[in-house]
C-alpha cells in the first residue's frame, strides 16, 4: 500500500456494530478527507447516531475500526468534540448554564485544576457565540428545548476541538435556534473544522451540508450531497430497505442468545 | 441506662456523654448526606440502598479475620461487597435481562441475609450484634473508648470521623470529574474523563462511608441518609455544591435533633434520626421555593383570586358600555364563593360603587377594566386574523388570555391591527396610563 501523505480526519474501516448481539450497523467504509459540513442521513433505525457511537468508542464495534487523523481516539481526545442528543442528559440535573459549557474545558484541565480565569472568559465567549451569554447563571432545567441545544453546542465549542460529532443538533428545536446553531456550525466548517452532523431531515440536507452518508443499516451511498441524494439512492435506502439485514440480525441476536 | 441519666444533672461526664454519640451521628451523616447526593442526582439511590445493605457480609467476613469490628479488613470487606453488588446487578440486567430495580433487589436482600447469617453464626467469636446491625446502638458509643495520643475518645467517633475524611477528599479530589460523569457520562468518556473509575470511586465512598457508622447508626439510619437529606436539598437549590452543603446541614441538624429527641422520649436513637429527617424532607417538599407544594398553592389561589376581581369589573365596564353614558348599572349574580368575595373586595377598596342594587365602576375600577377588555379585544382581533377561526370560536381563548398579557405584547397586537375594532365590531379602549 503507498503511504499515505496525509491520513483522512476519520475513516470507519469495515465498521460493524451489534448492541445485545444484534448486528445494527453492517460493514461500513467511510473517509472524511477534508474540513466539511458532513451530514449523516438515513430513516429510522438507520444506525445514524449509532454510528457516531462507534466512532467515540461509546458502543462496543464487533467488526472494522475507526481513526482519526490516522490513529486511534484515546490519542488525539482533545481534538475530538462530541454533542449527544439532548434527551440523553436530565435537564433538572443541579447546574446553571455555565456550569455545562465549563466542562468543555475538563479534559484539557486534567482532574484537579480548576477552570480559572482563561477558561470563564472562554466560556462567556462560546456562549455569546451560540447568543445565551445573558443567560449564564440560569439552571439548566430553566432553558428552552432550543437554548439547550445550544448550551450544548457552546460547550462543545469550549472544548476547541478539531473535529465535532453531533447527533441530532436539530431535532425538536424552534425555528430561531435552528437558524442560529447551524449558523454556527458553518462558521466552524469556514475556520476548518469538520463537523458531522446526524440529520433526519432530507429536505434541509439539500440545503446545509456540503457532503452527506445516507445509511440504511449500511452505507448506501457518500459523497458531495447532490450525488448522494439522487432519487435512486434514496430509494435504496429509504424505500427499500434490505430486510434481510433486520432479519439476519435478529436471528444473530437469537442463536446468541440459545447458545 | 436512660433512666439512670435522666435531664438533671448537666455535669461534664453527662455533656461528654452526648457530645460524642451527637458528633458520631453527625459525622455519619454528613459521609452519607455527599455520596448520597450524587447517587441521588445520578439517580442511583437504588443501588445506594442497595450498597448499604450489601456490605454487610463484607464487614463480617472483614471482621472475623481480623479478630476485630474495625480496621482496613472491615472497609476492605464492606467496599468489595459493595463493587460486587453494582457489578453483579448490571450483570443480572445484560446477561439474564433483569430489570435493574429487581436486579438490585434480588442482590442486596441476597447479600444483607447472607451477612445476618454470618453475623449470626460468628456472633461468639466477634463483638457483632444482630440487632445492632439493623437499629444501631448509638446510645452505647460514648462507653466504648481508645486513646488517640493523649485524648480519649469513643471508638465509634473516630471510625466515623476517618470515613467522613476519606470520603470527602476522594469526592472532593474528582469533584468536576464526578459531576460531568453524572450530568453526562457520554460525553464525559469522549473527553477523556474515565467514567468507569468515577463510578467504581463513588461506588467506593458509598461503601465506605456506610462503614464508618455501621454498627452504631444501623442499617435503617444508612439508607434514609443515603437518599434524604440529598433528595430534600434537590428541592431546595440548583448547582451541585450547593446541593451537597445543604444535604451535609440537614443530615447533621437531622442528627443532632434526632439525637435529643430520641433521649427525650427515651427511644432508639437510629430511629428517632431517620424519622426526624423524613421530616424534614416533608417541610422541604412544602415549602420550596417555587415548586414546594406551598408556593404552587399560593401561586395558584393568587391567579385565581385575581382572575375573579379582572372578571367581575370587566363584566361591569360591557354592561355600562352597552347602556352608555357612564350610567350604573343592575348588579349581577356573583357565581361563586370567590367571586362574592371579589365583589366585596372591590367594593371596599373603592373600584365599584354600589347604591342600592345599582353598581358602577369608579376610576380606578374603570381604568384596571378597561386593561383587561382590551386584553380581550386585542386577542380577539389577532386571533380573527391569523387563525382562520369562525367568530365563536374567539371569545373562550381571550376569556383567559385577557388576564396573562403583558403591556408590551398589547402594543405589539395593536401596532399590527392599526386601530379598528374587535372582530366583533366593538371598540377596543385605549392603553390607559
Known amino acids: 500500500m503507498m503511504p499515505q501523505p496525509s491520513p483522512p480526519i476519520v475513516e470507519f474501516h469495515d465498521v460493524t456494530v451489534a448492541y445485545g448481539g444484534r448486528p445494527v450497523l453492517w460493514n461500513v467504509d467511510l473517509a472524511i478527507e477534508q474540513a466539511c459540513l458532513f451530514g449523516v442521513i438515513g430513516p429510522n433505525g438507520a444506525g445514524k447516531s449509532t454510528l457516531l457511537k462507534a466512532a467515540l468508542g461509546l458502543v462496543p464495534v464487533v467488526g472494522g475500526y475507526v481513526r482519526f487523523f490516522g490513529t486511534s481516539l484515546s490519542r488525539v481526545r482533545g481534538r475530538v468534540g462530541y454533542v449527544p442528543q439532548r434527551e440523553t442528559v436530565d435537564w433538572d440535573f443541579p447546574v446553571n448554564v455555565m456550569d455545562v459549557v465549563l466542562m468543555g474545558t475538563y479534559g484539557r484541565l486534567g482532574w484537579l485544576a480548576r477552570p480559572g480565569r482563561r477558561e470563564r472568559a472562554l466560556a462567556l465567549e462560546c456562549l455569546d457565540r451560540v447568543g445565551l451569554a445573558d443567560v449564564a447563571t440560569r439552571q439548566i432545567g430553566r432553558l428552552s428545548g432550543g437554548q439547550q441545544q445550544r448550551v450544548f453546542l457552546a ?81 435504496r435506502a429509504y424505500a427499500g430497505r434490505v430486510e434481510l439485514l433486520d432479519e439476519l440480525g435478529r436471528a444473530v441476536a437469537e442463536r446468541g442468545r440459545t447458545a | 441506662m436512660n433512666e439512670a441519666a435522666g435531664w438533671m444533672l448537666p455535669d461534664a461526664g453527662h455533656l461528654a456523654f452526648h457530645a460524642w454519640s451527637m ?22 439511590s437504588l443501588l445506594g440502598d442497595a450498597i448499604a445493605h450489601a456490605v454487610l457480609p463484607g464487614i463480617a467476613i472483614g ?167 440529598a433528595a430534600a436539598a434537590e428541592l431546595l437549590v440548583h448547582r451541585m455544591h450547593r446541593v451537597v452543603a445543604v444535604a451535609i446541614a440537614l443530615a447533621v441538624v437531622a442528627a443532632c435533633l434526632g439525637w435529643l429527641a430520641a433521649w427525650a422520649c427515651n427511644t432508639n436513637a437510629a430511629g428517632m434520626i431517620a424519622v426526624v429527617l423524613g421530616g424534614m424532607y416533608g417541610l422541604a417538599a412544602l415549602v420550596a421555593p417555587v415548586d414546594g407544594v406551598l408556593p404552587r398553592a399560593a401561586a395558584g389561589i393568587n391567579l385565581a383570586w385575581r382572575v375573579a376581581r379582572e372578571d367581575w369589573l370587566a363584566q361591569i365596564w360591557r354592561a355600562q358600555e352597552e347602556l352608555g353614558g357612564g350610567r350604573a348599572v343592575p348588579r349581577p349574580m356573583p357565581r ?8 366585596w373586595w372591590l367594593w371596599l377598596v373603592g373600584q365599584v360603587e354600589d347604591r342600592g342594587g345599582l353598581v358602577r ?23 380573527g386574523r391569523h387563525a382562520d377561526l369562525p367568530l365563536d370560536h374567539l371569545h373562550p381563548p381571550a376569556e383567559w388570555v385577557e388576564h396573562h398579557l403583558g403591556a408590551a405584547v398589547r402594543q405589539r397586537i395593536e401596532a399590527e391591527m392599526a386601530g379598528g375594532p374587535d372582530p366583533h365590531g366593538r371598540e377596543i379602549p385605549p392603553e390607559s396610563g
Open chain 2, 63 to 229: 471482621a472475623l479475620a481480623g479478630g476485630q469490628l474495625g480496621g482496613p479488613l472491615v472497609i476492605g470487606g464492606a467496599v468489595a461487597a459493595a463493587l460486587l453488588t453494582a457489578w453483579s446487578t448490571r450483570l443480572l440486567r445484560t446477561a439474564a435481562g433483569l430489570a435493574e430495580d429487581a436486579g438490585a433487589g434480588v442482590v442486596f436482600t441476597t447479600m444483607f441475609a447472607a451477612g445476618v447469617v454470618i453475623v449470626t453464626l460468628a456472633a461468639a467469636r466477634v463483638d457483632l450484634d444482630p440487632e445492632c446491625v439493623l437499629f444501631g446502638s448509638l446510645e452505647l458509643v460514648a462507653f466504648d473508648l481508645m486513646s488517640i495520643g493523649r485524648l480519649m475518645m469513643p471508638r465509634a467517633t473516630v471510625s466515623a470521623v476517618a470515613m467522613l475524611a476519606l470520603v470527602a477528599v476522594a469526592i472532593g479530589a474528582t469533584w468536576r470529574w464526578q459531576v460531568f460523569t453524572a450530568f453526562d457520562t457520554p460525553a464525559a468518556c469522549v473527553v477523556g474523563v474515565p467514567v468507569a473509575a468515577v463510578t467504581a470511586l463513588l461506588l467506593t465512598a458509598t461503601a465506605v462511608a456506610t462503614v464508618g457508622g455501621f454498627e452504631a447508626v444501623g442499617a435503617v439510619l444508612v439508607v434514609s441518609m443515603l437518599v434524604v437529606p
Open chain 2, 23 to 44: 458528633a458520631t451521628a453527625a459525622a455519619f451523616s454528613a459521609a452519607c448526606a455527599l455520596v448520597g447526593s450524587f447517587l441521588v442526582v445520578r439517580r442511583m
Open chain 1, 155 to 235: 460547550r462543545a465549542l469550549a472544548q476547541q476541538a478539531d473535529v465535532y460529532l453531533f447527533d441530532e443538533p436539530l431535532a425538536g428545536v424552534d425555528a430561531r435556534s435552528q437558524e442560529r446553531i447551524f449558523g454556527v456550525l458553518a462558521a466552524l466548517r469556514d475556520a476548518g473544522r469538520l463537523v458531522i452532523v446526524v440529520h433526519h431531515d432530507l429536505r434541509m440536507a439539500v440545503a446545509w451540508f456540503d457532503r452527506v452518508a445516507l445509511l440504511d443499516m449500511r452505507l448506501v451511498a457518500a459523497g458531495p450531497t447532490q450525488e448522494v441524494l439522487t432519487p435512486e439512492h434514496l430509494r
Open chain 2, 336 to 343: 361563586s364563593l370567590l367571586e362574592r368575595a371579589a365583589v
Open chain 2, 361 to 383: 365602576l369608579s376610576v380606578a375600577g374603570r381604568r384596571e377594566a378597561e386593561t383587561v377588555v382590551r386584553s380581550h379585544r386585542l386577542w380577539e382581533a389577532w386571533l
